[in-house]
């Protein structure tokens, strides 16, 4: 029994030491001041890797998921002969909610890995090292690009999955189920506010972006060098980042609905 | 050359979202409805507004010629203040009536004008002077209950 | 801050445990300038953990490394990074960048601390890798190099800079003969040419032997012994003879330790 709680106190000290040491690295990643004309092409290279390459997966998501919500939506509304409803139905729930959580969630689990498993891998070939030992700083060259370009990718992929998403719900609901193009459309715009709505997915999509980002570069530059240990920091990297996507959600969304 | 690919898709990636972005904005959302110039603001005083919020429709026969932009408490009087934002090109004639009504049974409230008969049109800053207020579905059960009681 | 002597490294009394392991004990070393100087010991007595030590990529638990008269961990980041232009490091594993071909791996310090125009950028990576042999490998990528061949490109990129002082990390291990005939001879001539001071750490006997000046054998966080080669090679402590020739039984046991094997069987 009290061998539990000394546990529960051992690994509850280690994780705040981790919280701790994780703080720490994203202030050395933010806080340098760039050398622009270098940075830029690195930054660019990144936001290819990390952005565009997830675009498929999230336009293909987006398109599924907006084609489920109007199947479930006609099917729900139809009871309360509200079928008309189903335009503000499928853009409130994409953009205040599905688009910036699962855009995050699938982003942590297809860049946040790649990010790790590559950062991990540059430590155990040594590669970091190497930076290290010719006077060029890894955070810098590394790392820093890496986040920006996720910090950045989040909120541009999260708005192209709720216009897909949005199109795949008058797909099914209007092309398909019959549903009054007219009704879909002018009760969406008058159901969604700009600020209230759209804002705060942006808001939502690029806090999620930064946590994302974050652990997936601090789980790879901490991972050890081995190949389990590599194996280790992209499982813990996707689990971690998608509970804290999840929690930060219920957060951000508590605060946004009692207003600013 | 690598170079040039990256940075061709990395351009395409970030012009896609601000499409994205200009696209929610305007047929997602409706904030391009929602814009200042090309309408004049009128005034109107309800006893009870019902449920009728801000950005509800306004509408003449039907037709939507406007938005409510804000609703206020008369602190003297305690009326409801309500402010039309009516599109330019409609003119309404000096004795138009607003009344509050629903939408459908389980729908949400909007301003419907009734056009009067005279001739002088409402101008920007213009007060409203015929009210109806909304039909507060509990007072009319009430009444019911009561007339039934009274039998 | 020249010093005129010739210690060019110097570790005085450095201790350093990692976690319960004592990895060094109080060791004392000189590398002296302009030789070349081989740290050998069996696998994981630590001689890499030395060489980290002496670039202070670790920080010893007490002791003092001084580097051409400075104590390198009392340095300031910034002071750190402009000694370390002067090291140059050679990883076990090459270490070299695998989104770089061949060209730009050895041209990266060059890119990042000059402002040397393309011609002479391209110029300065030929030679280097024409010292190496591996002129005509420019376009490969990391992936597609042999070992010993990816060896040879991370020596002439830790070279571009013409460091003053040269560490290798293990660079004969794992390599078939003629790569290390090959690795024998480049580091050789590069350390006579360029006048180069070259730490090397090692577990391969007979190469290291053939070229260092001077060699240090390390065994359970001490200096056991110490010595110019042919001096090792006669030396008689038990421990030198095992290691330098290759005994399997000795100071080193052959038995992991475990109870009595009669205990063990259950008789």
Known sequence: MIGAIQNLGRSTLNNCQQFGAAGIF???VLFRWPRVKSALPLLIEQLYFVGVLSLLIVIVSGLFIGM????????TLARFSAQAQLGQLVALSVVRELGPVVTALLFAGRAGSALTAEIGLMRATDQIASMEMMAVDPLWRVISPRFWAGFISMPILAMIFSVVAIWGGYLVGVEWMGVDVGAFWSNMQSAVDFQKDIVNGIIKSVVFGAAVTWIAVFQGFNAEPTAPGISLATTRSVVYSSLVVLGLDFVLTAIMLKGW | MRNRFLELWVGLFMIAGFLALVYLATHVSGLTHFSDDGSYRLTAEFDNIGALKARAPVRVAG???GRVETIQLDEKNYRAVVKLLIDDGNKLPKDTAAHILTEGILGSNYISLAPGFEEIALVGG???ATTHSAMILENLIGQLLFKVKEK | MESANSEWVSIRDLSY???????????SLNI???KIVAIMGPSGSGKTTL??????QLYPDSGVCTFDGVNVHELSPKKLFELRKRMGMLFQSGGLFSNLNVFENVAFPLREHTRLSEEMIHDLVLMKLNAVGLRGATELMPGELSGGMARRVAFARALILDPEMMMLDEPFTGQDPITMGVLVKLIREVHDALGLTTIIVSHDVAETASIADYIYLILNGEVVASGTSEEMLHHQHPAVVQFMHGLPDGVVPFQYPAREFAEDLAL
């Open chain 1, 26 to 28: 994203l202030g050395r």
């Open chain 1, 68 to 75: 489920v919500l109007g199947l479930q939506g006609v099917n």
């Open chain 2, 63 to 65: 037709v939507t010629i």
């Open chain 2, 126 to 128: 213009d007060v409203i």
């Open chain 3, 17 to 27: 445990s990692r976690g319960e392991r004592v990895i060094f004990d109080n060791i």
């Open chain 3, 32 to 34: 002296p300038r302009g």
């Open chain 3, 51 to 56: 060489l980290q030590l002496i670039s202070a």
